[in-house]
């Protein structure tokens, strides 16, 4: 099971980008306007969200291609970091805006129940890199490691 999320994970999540930058990319005001409430202005915060449009769409694209993926699933665990740490901050609001998460606002019955599910899937999309990382990078390393091991033995 382990082996089969680090295997297929990157294609799931870079599917997983592609639509959240689609989405954004077609309706990007319940995002800015998410920033926007948190008193950032108007061009800060359309900028912001082009930003992270783009960043969606091209670590979508490289993960669904499985490109440099050392690169990528760092890239993507900083992301969604950043963005769990963003939906906390909202949980702690008595009125928090919809983050625009994925198009699913209007889903729940309150913002603040939309921004735990959110913190919820990224824990979940979190452990799903770590074991990305553990079938695509380790192993690497750890080869690596024998492979120096082995060429130190010869020297001597």
């Known amino acids: 099971m382990k082996n089969a999320v680090g295997k297929y994970f990157p294609i799931f999540l870079g599917c997983l980008f592609l639509y959240s930058g689609g989405y954004k990319l077609l309706h990007p005001g319940e995002a800015a306007y998410a920033l926007m409430s948190l008193d950032l202005h108007r061009w800060p915060a359309n900028a912001t969200v082009l930003f992270i449009t783009v960043l ?30 963003f939906l906390w901050y909202l949980t702690t609001m008595a009125h928090p805006p919809a983050c625009g998460c994925l198009g699913l606002t209007g889903m729940f019955t309150s913002t603040k129940k939309e921004a735990i599910f959110g913190i919820l899937r990224n824990c979940l999309l979190l452990w799903g890199l770590r074991y990305s990382y553990d079938y695509y990078v380790k192993p690497s390393a750890a080869t690596a490691g024998v492979e120096l091991h082995t060429a130190l033995a010869k020297a001597h």
Not at 64 to 81: C, E, G, M, P, Q
């Open 56 to 85: 969606e769409l091209y670590l979508g694209i490289i993960l669904v291609a499985k490109v440099n993926l050392r690169y990528s699933l760092t890239v993507s665990t900083v992301l969604l970091l950043m963005f769990t740490a």
